[in-house]
C-alpha cells in the first residue's frame, strides 16, 4: 500500500460528513413537515367537527 490509511479515513470523513449532515437535516425537515401535515389536518378536522 503506497497510500497511508490515515489519508483514506480522512478522505471517508471529509466525504461522509457532509453527507450524514445532509441526510440528518432531510430526516428533521420531513419529520417536521409530516408534523405540520398531522397538526393542519387535526385543526381542520376540529374545525369541521365544532
Request: cysteine-free.
Amino acid at each position: 500500500m503506497r497510500v497511508p490509511s490515515p489519508f483514506w479515513i480522512s478522505r471517508a470523513i471529509r466525504f461522509n460528513l457532509p453527507l450524514s449532515v445532509v441526510s440528518s437535516f432531510g430526516v428533521g425537515w420531513s419529520k417536521r413537515r409530516g408534523w405540520v401535515l398531522v397538526f393542519g389536518w387535526m385543526s381542520r378536522s376540529a374545525s369541521s367537527i365544532f
